[in-house]
Each structure stands twice: as structure tokens, then as C-alpha cells.
């Protein structure tokens, strides 16, 4: 059965620090991750992740993917109270043509 | 650009009620998908449609059902409501074969 794990699911911070969300997937014939941000309303894309290795990057946020070990990262540096929101991981099912979501991880950044 | 559309934003309904979440986007894209999201359970797919025409199951099909006759517009349906399907409901969209999907921003259902 394919699934996607993120951990942890919660996460509190303070502004400026940094951290990182994790995303494992086991799914059949994988062809892309995807990370959205989802503040109050629709989920916001942020990034697509194809190959190994390659890091995407925009401002103080970055992704890589690990095809071998089947997981990804999303780092957030020098947080800040915007960052507050749940962060969804998903992966393209192959087999069945659709994305499948992991239950997020919300974060919250205090002031 | 107004991009995928969806009504009402808000609806109360009664167990044993019907209604119909609309669903509509301007971006002439094959894919048509509708999501519900509950507390801690991320975003799970209800049914989903590659062209007008053609729909299929998703994770949590029952209860619900769905049509595509335009490419255009993507009607999610409750026949008859319960309780548990109390739930945000997201419509997404995205061309055939992009895994980027570009979402509604949801209607609130509740049902008492």
C-alpha cells in the first residue's frame, strides 16, 4: 500500500531557529515529491523534488530528496511567526495517477 | 485569473440531507480531483476525474459521488449526509501528467 510518514507531527519553535521536516514514502512507480504549505486556507505549492540529490531552495526554505533511503527533508531556517502553518508532504502515485498526502506537520513559531 | 473556484465556502447540513460542492476552474486542465481534510489526518482523495467523462475512486469514496461532463467543472455530491463526512473539502486541479496541483480553498461542511 502506498503511504507517506512525516514526522514530527507538531513541532514548536522559537523565531530563529531552524528546523527540519521530515517526509518518508513508500509508493509504487514514484515520479515526483511535493511540498505545500497550508496556512488558513488551500494548501500553497512549494516545491517539486525529482532527483536525487538536488537541492531546491527559495528564500530561507530548501528541500532534497533521497530516492535510495525514500525520504526528504524541509529545512527552514531563521524562522519567523509567517512560517506558522502545517506543512504537507506528498508523493505522486504512479499506479494510481494521484498525489497521496501525509498527515503534515504543524509548526508554530513564537515570537 | 480566477484559477479553481469552489461554493458555497461555508455549509451547515442536517444527517440525511443533500447537496452538491461545486467545483470549477478556467484553466482548461484535464485533472480534477476533490480532497477532504480532518484534524491530524493530512489530506485524503474522495474520487478524482482525468477528462470529461471519466471519474474514479480515491481513498475515501463512499458516500460521495461525482460527475465531469465539461472539463470545466467537477461536482462533488452528498446523498444523503451523516455526521462523518463533517470535513473540509478541498478541490484541486492540474494538466494531465503535472503532479502540481493548484487547490480551491475549501468548503467547511459540517453536519449535525
Known amino acids: 500500500e502506498d503511504k507517506v510518514v512525516q514526522s514530527p507531527l507538531s513541532l514548536v519553535v522559537h523565531e530563529g531557529d531552524t528546523v527540519t521536516l521530515n517526509c518518508s514514502y513508500e509508493?509504487?512507480?514514484?515520479?515526483?515529491l511535493l511540498w505545500y504549505k497550508q496556512e488558513k486556507k488551500a494548501p500553497t505549492f512549494l516545491f517539486m523534488l525529482?532527483?536525487?540529490?538536488i537541492e531546491k531552495k527559495s528564500g530561507r526554505l530548501s528541500s532534497i530528496l533521497d530516492k535510495k533511503e525514500l525520504f526528504s527533508i524541509l529545512n527552514i531556517t531563521a524562522t519567523q511567526t509567517g512560517d506558522s502553518a502545517i506543512y504537507l508532504c506528498?508523493?505522486?502515485?504512479?499506479?494510481?495517477?494521484?498525489?497521496?498526502f501525509g498527515k503534515g506537520t504543524k509548526l508554530s513559531v513564537k515570537p | 485569473n480566477a484559477g479553481v473556484t469552489q461554493t458555497p465556502k461555508f455549509q451547515v447540513l442536517k444527517t440525511g440531507q443533500s447537496m452538491t460542492l461545486q467545483c470549477a476552474q478556467d484553466?482548461?486542465?484535464?485533472?480534477m480531483s476533490w480532497y477532504r481534510q480532518d484534524p491530524g489526518m493530512g489530506l485524503r482523495l474522495i474520487h478524482y476525474?482525468?477528462?470529461?467523462?471519466?471519474?474514479d475512486q480515491g481513498e475515501v469514496p463512499n458516500g460521495y459521488n461525482v460527475s465531469r461532463s465539461t472539463t470545466e467543472d467537477f461536482p462533488l455530491r452528498l446523498l444523503s449526509a451523516a455526521p462523518s463526512q463533517t470535513s473540509v473539502y478541498f478541490c484541486?486541479?492540474?494538466?494531465?501528467?503535472?503532479?502540481?496541483?493548484?487547490f480551491g480553498s475549501g468548503t467547511q461542511l459540517s453536519v449535525l
Open positions: 484541486a486541479s492540474s494538466p494531465w501528467g503535472n503532479e502540481k496541483l493548484f
Open positions: 484553466m482548461n486542465h484535464e485533472y
Open positions: 525529482t532527483s536525487s540529490g
Open positions: 476525474s482525468v477528462g470529461a467523462g471519466i471519474t
Open positions: 509508493v509504487t512507480n514514484f515520479r515526483s
Open positions: 506528498a508523493d505522486w502515485c504512479g499506479s494510481q495517477g494521484n498525489l497521496i
